[in-house]
């Protein structure tokens, strides 16, 4: 047997395995919501190959309601996207950032990038999702993102979230309490996979905080990560137990919450490729199946987290 042969007979086997899903991962939470219009599963376009009509198309097939996607920069891609949009019957939630080191140019652009989402759309996002900020900016400099957000979440109605993100303002979780506590305003996408990796743990030592944040999230992202990186390489596989069962309790917060204000909760399965994904060495061959393990997120969430 060679070498690529053995490799794609061990992951085989592998998914076998992991299709067993942990026990955890089956159990249905404490709180549902009785309304299944009330939980909102996105699917993303990262790592997809093809045209955006082809990835509405295949999101459609398997169920979600959704996608997320990064603003489109033309008006071509614009109409692109929300032609799909309707072809499919699925909603949207809008992704701005920006990646400028220098403040001005780079606030320039983000709010550039907030006022054509939240003013050009044809079809009203769900929300928008924020890269805001970079982490080596000062508080004040990451603080006109919000206040611009702010103003413009209060002008159109749009729920408008920033993320969780390593590389970005609330890339950890301390600094990301400052911003919190701060700015009573402030609203989160929690892919809290992230400060796992940041902080090398699952967060036990920072519970307070932590709970602070649950408290603010509007939208989630539900990729897991684990103390040494931001994605376990497939959620089903039974080594990565105590990393799926601590984002379910933190995802089972936010459901509660929700469950009790009577609000929708809006949720993208964002397992990314590689190299979120791992791969194996020399042939950059991913570990897992990155569509099948959405799907796997997608249905999950909604056994767990549906009446």
């Known amino acids: 047997m060679n070498r690529r042969n053995f490799i794609n007979t061990a992951i ?49 097939k398997e169920g979600y309601d959704g996608t997320e996607m990064w603003w489109p920069g033309s008006k071509e891609k614009q109409k692109e996207l929300f032609d799909a949009l309707k072809k499919y019957d699925l909603q949207v939630g809008i992704l701005c950032g ?51 957000t702010t103003e413009a979440s209060v002008k159109t109605g749009i729920p408008i979230y920033h993320e969780t993100h390593r590389g970005r303002m609330l890339f950890a ?72 069962k601590a984002h379910l309790a933190w995802w089972d917060v936010v459901v509660e919450q929700k469950v009790k204000a009577g609000e929708t909760l809006t949720v993208l399965t964002e397992f990314g490729p590689p190299n979120y994904l791992p791969t194996v060495p020399f042939t950059h061959q991913p570990l897992a199946d990155q569509w099948a393990i959405n799907v796997h997120m997608m249905q999950l969430l909604r056994k767990r987290y549906l009446k």
Request: charged share 25%.
């Open 12 to 60: 085989t086997t592998a998914g076998v395995v992991a299709g067993l899903d942990a026990a955890a991962s089956s159990v249905e939470a404490p709180f549902q919501f009785e309304n299944k219009l009330s939980l909102k599963v996105l699917g993303t376009n990262w790592g997809y190959p093809g045209t955006t009509d082809a990835f509405c198309a295949a999101i459609k």
């Open 98 to 148: 920006s990646g400028e080191k220098d403040h001005k140019t780079h606030l320039e652009a983000f709010k550039k990038q907030i006022n054509a989402a939240t003013t050009e759309f044809v079809q009203k996002p769900l929300y928008i999702n924020c890269h805001s900020g970079r982490d080596f900016f000062t508080y004040e400099q990451n603080k006109a993102f919000i206040d611009h």
């Open 173 to 244: 979780a301390h600094i990301a309490r400052n911003f919190i506590e701060k700015n009573p305003e402030l609203r989160l996408t929690l892919d809290i996979s992230h400060w796992c990796n940041v902080h090398e743990s699952l967060l036990q030592d920072q519970e307070e905080t932590v709970k602070l944040a649950l408290s603010r999230v509007g939208h989630i992202h539900s990729r897991i990560g684990h103390e040494e990186g931001p994605q376990v390489n497939d959620p089903r596989a039974p080594e990565w137990e105590a990393a799926v």
